[in-house]
């Protein structure tokens, strides 16, 4: 064979394979979008749980803030000034009863006015005596004629001049013997000492403040609700007091403000409490009024998704298919929350694995407590599942 036909023949095996290597690649590059289009729609579906909303009858509350304060603080100090303290018998925290001692003044001067107004007092009455014997013997010199009329009736004069001064020296004394009973400070009511402020030594001013009592250790809190939520509050309404993180005290409301604060725009509620020990006046504490009961639509808590400050849930479609449905939220009771808007009672939504999905998603349904078949909704079957 000749040269010149070799290489013909080698030009056109050259050009052949040229072109099927060309058609191989062009093969290759229109199958790759069909590949990740089947990668797509092969994507593997999540397992979830669903549920129907349930109705259930729940307290209605009123959450609130607010301070526990005294029912009634009495302010306890001297009634008679410039006289020293000698003794004081109580403290902070104590407990008192009414009548009990809580301090003694020195007694020097006021007893020792008490004996002047005594003495006094004993004259007048001994002058009184004897105005009253002259009367008498003067009534007998009238009516015997040695004395006239108008000198008989001096000495009557005289005996109600006496029984005057006698009642005043009387007056004047009881006066100093209540003096001198203020040297004692006693307590006017049962309660709890929560303030002292004296001290042994001082000498105390008529008036000034040495106790501070609550009457009857009783406390009170003094809810803040906004103006709009007072109207929903009576007298007598059940409220629930968080003392502290694993007690709850039980309350009363006793008293409604009526005046409205004008900067914070929030009414005062008085609620009465028990005499707890753990409740101290002065502490802000956490509570809720209870205003009656309702029905709520509640789903299990972890069927709420919260993304960016909203509140979510999944509700499951055709072809177990999820749509993302934003909701409002309300009363929340153990593990449920209630659904105040966004879903309807017989909305199918997933309960467990909420958190993983996407509106859009596509998800296997395990054990769904719902009628499927008139929503179209399929659930994994066993033989499914295990394949």
Not at 37 to 59: H, Y
Not at 172 to 197: C, F, M, N, P, Q
Request: proline fraction near 4%; glycine fraction near 8%.
């Amino acid at each position: 064979m000749s040269r010149s036909k070799i290489l013909f023949l080698a030009i056109i095996c050259l050009v052949i394979l040229a072109v099927a290597f060309a058609m191989k690649q062009g093969v290759m590059k229109s199958d790759k979008p069909q590949s990740a289009a089947i990668g797509q729609d092969s994507k593997p579906a999540l397992t979830v749980t669903t549920v129907q909303p349930e109705t259930r009858i729940w307290p209605e509350q009123i959450t609130a803030t607010g301070t526990v304060q005294a029912w009634q603080e009495s302010i306890i100090g001297p009634e008679i000034g410039g006289l020293r303290l000698t003794e004081v018998m109580v403290n902070v925290g104590d407990l008192v009863k009414k009548g009990a001692l809580l301090a003694r003044f020195s007694e020097e001067m006021a007893l020792n006015a008490v004996l002047q107004q005594q003495a006094a007092f004993d004259d007048a009455k001994a002058r009184f005596a004897e105005a009253q014997l002259n009367a008498k013997r003067s009534d007998q010199l009238r009516s015997q004629g040695f004395i006239n009329e108008q000198d008989a009736q001096k000495f009557t004069t005289n005996v109600q001049i006496a029984e005057a001064q006698m009642k005043l020296a009387e007056a004047k004394l009881e006066a100093e013997r209540i003096k001198y009973s203020y040297t004692k400070v006693l307590a006017h009511d049962d309660g709890i000492i929560s303030s002292r402020t004296a001290t042994v030594g001082t000498v105390m001013q008529n008036g000034s403040e040495m106790f501070r009592l609550i009457r009857k250790g009783r406390m009170e809190w003094r809810a803040e609700l906004p103006e709009q939520l007072l109207h929903q509050v009576r007298i007598g309404q059940k409220v629930s007091l968080h003392v502290s993180k694993a007690e709850k005290v039980g309350g009363t409301v006793a008293r409604i403000s009526p005046v409205i604060d004008l900067q914070t725009r929030n009414g005062t509620v008085y609620v009465e409490l028990p005499p707890v020990k753990s409740i101290r006046a002065g502490m802000f504490a956490q509570g809720e009024l209870e205003l009656g009961k309702s029905d709520a639509l509640t789903v299990p808590q972890g069927a709420v998704v919260v993304r960016d400050g909203y509140s979510y849930v999944f509700k499951v479609v055709k072809d177990n298919r999820v749509d993302q449905v934003k909701v409002s939220t309300g009363r929340r009771q153990g593990d449920r929350v209630e659904i105040t808007g966004g879903i309807k009672p017989d909305t199918v939504i997933v309960a467990l694995g909420a958190g993983f999905l996407s509106g859009g998603d596509i998800v296997r349904i395990e054990n769904p407590k719902l009628n499927t078949s008139e929503t179209g909704i399929h659930p994994v079957s066993p033989i499914a599942k295990r394949g």
